[in-house]
Nanobody, 122 residues
């Protein structure tokens, strides 16, 4: 079992930047972020392998977001810039050991965090 702890959510204004971090209790290979706004399905945001060799971003955040790792299998961070009200959601960290690429498909992720709320005011 792997426990994931997210941090960095909060209330920001449109145009601000935010950094979300995720720390795993045991080694993982791929870590990613998904988000879910009220009344919508959970959607992929971004993912990265622990060594940074593979990463992927949703179209909605590509170009204004950047994933980073510390080179270990435990931590990952997502920096999002130029935030907009439509970025408001609960952001979930997810992790997997059985995949080796930064997949966008949630069913491949084995462990999930509790989520952290991000609210962007206009």
């Amino acid at each position: 079992q792997v426990h994931l702890v997210e941090s960095g959510g909060g209330l920001v204004q449109a145009g601000d930047s935010l950094r979300l971090s995720c720390k795993a209790s045991r080694p993982t290979y791929v870590m990613g972020w998904f988000r879910q706004a009220p009344g919508t399905e959970r959607e992929f945001v971004a993912a990265i392998t622990y060594n940074g060799a593979s990463s992927s971003y949703a179209d909605s955040v590509r170009g204004r977001s950047k994933l980073s790792t510390d080179g270990t299998e435990y931590t990952m961070a997502l920096e999002m810039n130029n935030l907009a009200p439509q970025d408001t959601a609960v952001y979930y960290c997810a992790a997997a050991r059985t995949i080796t690429s930064a997949t966008m498909e949630s069913e491949h992720y084995e462990w999930w965090g509790q989520g952290t709320q991000v609210t962007v005011s206009s």
